[in-house]
């Protein structure tokens, strides 16, 4: 009894510790004077988001725990996308600091939004029940929502958790009754009772049916076309320190669920599933691409961006067992740290109003800051694929697993969709390092001196970076050096992406090829 109530609180430690955080804020939210600066509640949310991160890790030397009557599993696979959801939030909490600072005295429900969103991530991440799933896929929507429209004087962002909230909640019709379904097919929503039963009956129609619901009930939650109509909107009117978070770790979280559930639940009907990934894959990789071309607002840019890099990470899904949920678990890691990046990188141009939205508005960005510059150029790269960014590997093994298992037109049509990615990003590139043709990026200083109006404009761009924005910068130098180190150095994630394959995929699967194999990289 002692050792199941032990192992019931040491896997979800990470949790735990977030949530007492979480409510900690909420707590002392209303106790301080509206004028007061919230930063101190935001430091202990942060402290709550690298202490669960830190035990996250830890419990890589506890071994595989099962705790909740086997609800709960906590493995390499649930620390390593864990880690990923930590290093997110994280960086999310130190960029949104400042963001947030005497802008709006409820900051502090902000911060405890975002514990309770990464509990329900993690949750996801190591639930190996399906009504667990459900509860943490509700818990991270749920707090999502409300940060998208925190900017409650903007009409944007009302629009924008109101479309988000809309289309989610239909979403998540779909993944519950797929759950439905399961029972239904198999008696059970225990991944692990799921997959015997597969094992040991004949394929039953509603089993077929119940994936095709799970995967569109996830496909709306990482933005997969047919399925993204909501995202352009809600990155949009979201403010950039939520679009960074809500663009990463809910997805990193909802791909963990997907792939523990195709892989290792449904296993047995993976001729069928990959069809329908293959297709999805597809579909997201050119509308994403496309669309991002006939954007002129970043953010939206960004946004279509994001659903072609959904169909670069879906394709691994067509891949074998192992090396799939690898190449998906790298690629998860890479994007994470590269579009947190460039969102941390908007969030300090832009400020809070985000006055400055189309890629217009950067033209001479590197000439006025040449730091903030030079880093968005460097996410921009590794979403393309240039070599030495995690970006480049990211997209090498997805391909590489792709291939080895025989679907070369699917790798062909990925490459040829990053060529035409190439397009719209290196369009941003060239602006932001053109000089400017018109006087609104002139030296802010002398043209408020004979121009009073240029008081009046955003001074998200026009000021010098200052000590108050060290926390910010702080988030923007760990991103940098994620990237890189994910493009010169990948073989330790690699080695930990491997391990984490290799603990939720099917007992007894050989993929005979190397992708994944740190070996392979020299």
């Known amino acids: 009894m002692f050792e ?21 804020i909420m707590l002392l939210e209303p106790v301080l004077p509206p004028s007061r600066s919230r930063k101190p509640l935001g430091w202990l949310a942060i402290f709550g988001g690298v202490v669960a991160t830190v035990i996250s890790l830890w419990q890589l030397h506890l071994g595989i725990m099962n705790a909740f009557h086997d609800s709960i599993r906590v493995d390499s696979y649930s620390v390593f996308f864990q880690v990923i959801i930590g290093l997110v939030v994280v960086a999310t909490l130190l960029t949104s600091l400042d963001f947030l600072d005497r802008k709006e005295s409820h900051a502090g429900e902000y911060y405890a939004l975002v514990c309770f969103g990464a509990v329900g991530m993690m949750l996801m991440c190591c639930s190996t029940e399906l009504l667990m799933v459900f509860i943490g896929l509700e818990i ?3 707090s999502t929502y409300i940060m998208a ?4 004087g903007q009409a944007t962002g009302t629009e924008s958790s109101l479309k988000y909230f809309l289309l989610g909640s239909f979403a998540t019709a779909f993944f519950l009754y797929g759950i439905a379904l399961t029972f239904g097919a198999t008696g059970s929503t225990n991944l692990t009772v799921i997959a015997q039963a597969m094992t040991t009956t004949q394929t039953p129609v509603l089993a077929v049916l119940a994936v095709a619901m799970i995967i569109i009930g996830i496909g709306f939650k990482v933005s997969a076309a047919p399925f993204h109509v909501w995202t352009p909107d809600v990155y949009q009117g979201a403010p950039p320190p939520v679009v960074g978070m809500m663009s990463t770790a809910p997805k990193a979280a909802a791909f963990a669920v997907l792939l523990r559930i195709l892989f290792s639940g449904y296993a047995m009907l993976q001729p069928r599933w990959q069809i329908l990934m293959a297709i999805l894959s597809v579909l997201s990789m050119c509308i994403g691409n496309l669309g991002a071309l006939m954007q002129r607002d970043v953010k939206r840019m960004l946004a279509y961006s994001s659903i072609a890099h959904a169909g670069y990470l879906i394709a691994a899904f067509t891949a074998l067992p192992t090396d799939g949920i690898a190449a998906a678990a790298f690629y998860s890691a890479a994007y994470a740290a590269m579009n947190v990046g460039a969102f941390i990188v908007i969030t300090l141009v832009t400020g809070y109003q985000e006055r400055l939205r189309t890629g217009e508005d950067y033209t001479g960005l590197a000439l006025r800051h040449p730091v903030l510059g030079a880093a968005l150029t460097f996410f921009l790269m590794s979403m393309i694929g240039i070599p030495f960014t995690g970006g480049f590997f990211g997209k090498f093994y997805v391909f590489t697993a792709v291939m080895h298992t025989g679907h070369v037109n699917l790798a062909v049509i990925g490459l040829l969709n990053s060529g035409v990615a190439c ?6 590139i060239v602006r932001i390092y053109t000089a400017p043709a018109t006087a609104e990026f002139a030296d802010y200083t002398l043209a408020s001196q ?5 008081l009046q404009r955003p001074t998200g761009y026009f000021t010098t970076p200052t000590i108050t924005r060290v926390p910010s910068y702080l988030a923007l130098a760990a991103a940098v050096a994620a990237t890189l180190l994910l493009g010169i150095a990948p073989g330790r994630v690699l080695t930990m992406a491997q391990v984490a394959a290799i603990a939720t995929a099917p007992a007894g699967v050989a ?3 190397t992708v994944g194999d740190p070996a392979a990289l020299h």
């Open 4 to 24: 199941s109530l032990g192992n019931n609180v040491l896997a979800l430690l990470p949790e735990y510790v977030l949530t007492i955080i979480g409510v900690i």
């Open 149 to 152: 429209g925190f900017r409650k």
């Open 140 to 142: 991270s929507s749920i």
């Open 423 to 428: 397009f719209y990003y290196l369009r941003l």
């Open 450 to 454: 004979t121009d009073p109006a240029m």
């Open 511 to 513: 993929t005979g090829n």
